[in-house]
């Protein structure tokens, strides 16, 4: 039993952060467990976003957890709080208005955000994104209004935020990025095949170009291509893949890489920190690099085992159940534990 003054301090709240939270809980019933999220809402399904938007479910429905449900077993959460930096030194997170919060032990699940591409930054402005829930209250209500859509990039998310736009009946034009879907990249036969899968809905596809310019006029858009196509839309959105939400663990001493690295048992190199979920880049043994896993379900397997980790076990990371997403037809791989080409 650990010290009854410990504080297991969490940041993020999403399937990783969560089930990290609940093992602790579950092993330890004295602790102080704090989740710390930037989002302004508990515990929900990013997948059923764009169900949401098209209000083929309710808010009720998009949930996992409720705040009620946070009191029961004891876990405070603190929504709505960017964490700003970390001293592993002193042990201190400091927050918006330099707001300070001690740990004892720390796990960093703090997800990803919309990737935006450099020659697109001075376009960010009129970049509108499908990543949170924060971004589709912004946005739910005007897509119903609206008619016509610009999608630059694709991946996971953008295909089906394509789908929902041609069940509402919207016009829309797409234009794949191969490099939309890091850490992979689209050949060219797999763009051909995604193209091809993408066919049978009505949509203008643009493949193997790039936007020039976005130019907004009175209120909608006219974008241009590098190859001479012009489109006029009413809303311009990017899915081009997701970064790591990991801006505050800069500068801090712990070892970062394009996320926070971290050992086959998810620790980092600083004693009693561990980290898990997408912003984590987890050391592989056998082929002697770091790799990058995606998916609900790898999130909750790893936070599950950093908690375990964090509590004095030795469990090693290892692959679950699903291991590659259906892109439109091309297997894309949910992390590089295991090869997948035996999978059936």
């Known amino acids: 039993m650990m010290p009854f003054n410990d504080h297991y301090v969490i940041i993020g709240n999403g399937p990783a952060g969560n089930?990290?939270?609940?093992?602790?809980?579950?092993?330890?019933?004295?602790?102080?467990?704090?989740?710390?999220?930037?989002?302004?809402?508990?515990?929900?399904?990013?997948?059923?976003?764009t169900d949401f938007i098209a209000d083929e479910i309710a808010k009720e429905d998009l949930m996992v957890s409720f705040l009620d449900s946070y009191k029961a077993k004891d876990i405070r959460i603190r929504l709505g709080q960017e964490?700003?930096?970390?001293?592993?030194?002193?042990?201190?997170?400091?927050?918006q208005h330099m707001e300070k919060v001690n740990y004892s032990k720390l796990i960093i699940a703090s997800g990803s955000r919309a990737r935006l591409l450099p020659p697109m930054s001075c376009y960010a402005n009129h970049l509108k994104f499908v990543t949170s829930y924060t971004d589709v209250i912004e946005v739910k209500e005007e897509i119903k209004k609206l008619k016509s859509f610009f999608i630059f990039g694709g991946d996971l998310v953008g295909f089906k935020f394509l789908r929902m736009l041609n069940s509402m009946d919207k016009t829309v034009?797409?234009?794949?990025?191969?490099?939309?879907?890091?850490?992979y990249n689209l050949t060219d036969d797999m763009l051909a095949q995604i193209t091809e899968s993408l066919s049978k809905f009505n949509a203008?596809?643009?493949?193997?170009?790039?936007?020039?310019?976005?130019?907004?006029?009175n209120g909608s858009y006219r974008v241009k291509t590098q190859k001479g196509i012009e489109k006029n839309v009413d809303m311009v959105f990017s899915f081009n893949g997701l970064n790591p939400n990991i801006e505050f663990a800069k500068?801090?001493?712990?070892?970062?890489?394009?996320?926070?690295?971290?050992?086959e048992y998810l620790k980092t190199n600083i004693?009693?920190?561990?980290?898990?979920?997408?912003?984590?880049?987890?050391?592989?043994?056998?082929?002697?690099s770091y790799t990058t896993s995606i998916g609900?379900?790898?999130?909750?397997?790893?936070?599950?085992v950093a908690a375990f980790n964090l509590l004095g076990d030795h469990k090693i990371m290892e692959s679950v159940g699903r291991k590659y997403f259906d892109l439109e037809g091309v297997k894309i791989k949910t992390t590089w534990w295991e090869d997948i080409d035996d999978e059936s």
């Not at 809402?41 to 059923?48: E, R």
């Not at 964490?83 to 042990?91: A, G, L, N, T, Y």
């Not at 980290?275 to 880049?281: D, E, F, K, L, M």
């Not at 609900?296 to 599950?304: K, L």
């Open 251 to 263: 500068g801090s001493g712990i070892d970062i890489d394009h996320g926070i690295l971290v050992n």
């Open 19 to 49: 089930h990290a939270a609940i093992i602790l809980r579950e092993k330890d019933k004295e602790a102080k467990i704090t989740i710390i999220s930037d989002e302004c809402v508990p515990y929900y399904y990013k997948p059923k976003l």
């Open 296 to 304: 609900w379900p790898n999130a909750v397997v790893q936070g599950e």
């Open 83 to 95: 964490v700003e930096r970390i001293d592993p030194e002193s042990k201190t997170l400091f927050l």
């Open 204 to 217: 203008d596809i643009i493949v193997k170009d790039d936007i020039s310019t976005i130019d907004e006029q």
């Open 271 to 288: 004693d009693g920190i561990y980290a898990c979920g997408s912003c984590a880049q987890i050391y592989h043994p056998n082929i002697r």
């Open 173 to 183: 034009t797409i234009l794949i990025c191969p490099n939309a879907f890091w850490p």
